[in-house]
């Protein structure tokens, strides 16, 4: 059948009109897309990672033959932020050399200089400027540089900096890493007092913090209550976000074995200003090679708006 001329007309005004409708509402849709994401934060991707302090005498799994495999599971999640523990001064070389495009600050827990045990953190220079950075003892003195104080069997501490994030306009927060005494149990519970204390005066002053670290310590414990307790103010622990129901199958200890029957003693903890995408522990291995005694944990965060 033959349509007259006016009918064809009025036929393609009409598709004109249905194309303009259906062109300008996905751009409307492209638009409220990218306002979103324009809303939201670049995740941040952060890494704990006890790597063994490298004097330990441990035939197959020394230093000399597991450095390249702590490399490379650095590497491989490419974190922004990295707290590491029982780091020696020659293994924050190590990490340095690295990680050249990392900031890093950490010190000896023994003198505040040098010696010991570091709990160095790094931060991806690329993505943020260092605004501040200390150092505290796990202590009754904690300004005292190798100070310990209850029960604990040897001085522990904590590193922190501020930084600002240069894919967030300059928002600012602060990163605290720490590795909580093996022996003491009062020790434990009297060092995640005083983080938090520390930690919430970063919240007061309306700073968002992360917090990372081998705490000795499960999550069924006070010194984890300490941290995560009080309600909506509470730490948020990663993993346990991202996986509400807990397994037998968490331990963050290889022994060197893959290992994995237990609970996770090192955490990524993070203020309510964070929300958790993705937290998972790393079973990165060569052919049953770990890179640590100690699995490293880790979590993608989102600041929230």
Not at 45 to 61: H, L, P, T
């Amino acid at each position: 059948m033959r349509m007259g001329s006016a009918v064809v007309g009025r036929r393609l005004v009409m598709l004109a009109v249905a194309c303009a409708w259906i062109f300008c509402s996905a751009a409307v849709g492209v638009a409220q897309d990218s306002s979103a994401a324009a809303d939201r934060a670049a995740p941040v991707k952060v890494m704990s990672f006890n790597i063994r302090y490298g004097a330990a005498n441990d035939g197959e799994n020394r230093w000399s033959k597991r450095s390249y495999l702590v490399a490379e599971t650095i590497t491989l999640f490419g974190p922004d932020l990295l707290g590491g523990q029982e780091v020696l001064k020659f293994q924050a070389q190590f990490l340095k050399q690295l990680l050249p495009e990392f900031g890093f600050h950490g010190v000896g827990r023994e003198d505040g200089t040098e010696k010991g045990e570091f709990v160095p953190l790094l931060y991806r220079k690329s993505r943020f400027d260092l605004v501040d950075a200390g150092h505290f003892w796990l202590s009754e003195t904690p300004e005292v540089a190798g100070s310990k104080s209850w029960d604990s069997s040897l001085p522990r501490m904590a590193s922190w900096v501020k930084l600002s994030d240069k894919q967030d306009a300059g928002k600012q927060l602060v990163f605290i890493n720490t590795h909580f005494d093996h022996r003491g149990k009062q020790a434990r519970l009297e060092s995640a007092k005083l983080i938090r204390e520390r930690a919430d005066q970063f919240v007061a002053d309306g700073l968002p913090v992360i917090i990372t670290g081998d705490f000795n310590t499960t999550e069924d414990l006070t010194p984890y209550e300490a941290l995560t307790g009080a309600g909506a103010d509470g730490f948020v622990d990663s993993y346990r976000a991202a996986h509400p129901v807990r397994q037998s199958d968490e331990a963050s200890s290889s022994r060197w074995t893959g290992h994995r029957d237990g609970s996770r003693i090192d955490w990524v903890l993070h203020s309510p200003d964070f929300v958790t995408l993705q937290s998972s522990i790393n079973y990165t291995n060569e052919e049953g090679r770990y890179p640590s005694d100690h699995y490293p944990v880790q979590a993608v965060l989102r600041l929230n708006r």
